[in-house]
C-alpha cells in the first residue's frame, strides 16, 4: 500500500513522467532539413544541413546549457535548454561559429551586427539530452564577414537559416 501512495504522489507532482502524452524525438517532417543560403556575387551559395548534434559543455553559460552543433557549419549555444520548446530569440541563445562547409570562402561572425531569429524545438525530453533527439526549427539570419579569392575580397552579407532538422544527443 505505501508503494502505491508514494507513486500516486511521484505522478501527482509531476516528478515523473507518468501517464505523461509527451512524445520524445524528432517528427518526421524534421527530415526536411535545415536550407542555409549566403549571398554571393555570382548568385546564392546554398546548401542543406540534415542534422545536427547536443550536448552539454562549457561554450555555454548556465546551468541548463545546450550545445547544439552542424559540425563545420554553425554552432548555436542556448543557455537554458528548457526554454526551448517555447522557443529562444537570438540574442538569448547564441550563435558561436558559422562557416562555409565547402571552405570557397572564409567566414567569420559580423561582431557588429548581432543575428536575429528564434529557435524552437518540438518533442525534447530531458533538456535535450534524451537519446531520441528532438526537432528544431530555425528562422534566423547571421551576419557574416566573408572573405573570398586570392585578393580576399571582403563582404558583409547576411546568412539565412531556415527550416527544420534533426538533432540527436552526442
Known amino acids: 500500500m505505501r508503494s502505491l501512495v508514494w507513486a500516486g504522489l511521484v505522478c501527482a ?8 502524452s509527451k512524445t520524445c524525438g524528432a517528427s518526421p517532417a524534421a527530415q526536411e532539413g535545415l536550407g542555409v543560403g549566403v549571398p554571393e556575387e555570382s548568385g546564392p551559395q546554398e546548401w542543406t544541413v540534415n542534422s545536427m548534434t547536443a550536448h552539454r559543455n562549457d561554450q555555454c553559460a548556465g546551468s541548463d546549457n545546450l550545445t547544439i552543433d552542424a559540425p563545420g557549419i554553425v554552432t548555436f549555444c542556448v543557455p ?8 529562444v530569440d537570438l540574442g538569448t541563445a547564441t550563435v558561436l561559429a558559422f562557416n562555409d562547409p565547402f571552405k570557397i570562402c572564409s567566414m567569420t561572425l559580423d561582431p557588429a551586427r548581432p543575428p536575429t531569429g528564434r529557435l524552437t524545438a518540438s518533442g525534447l525530453c530531458d ?32 546568412a539565412t537559416l531556415s527550416g527544420i532538422v534533426v538533432v540527436k544527443p552526442l
Open 13 to 20: 507532482t509531476g516528478l515523473s513522467g507518468c501517464g505523461s
Open 127 to 158: 533538456d535535450g539530452t534524451d537519446p531520441a533527439g528532438f526537432a528544431l526549427v530555425v528562422e534566423a539570419n547571421v551576419p557574416v564577414i566573408r572573405k573570398c579569392g586570392a585578393g580576399q575580397r571582403t563582404a558583409y552579407v547576411a
Open 80 to 87: 537554458d535548454a528548457g526554454k526551448l520548446e517555447a522557443g
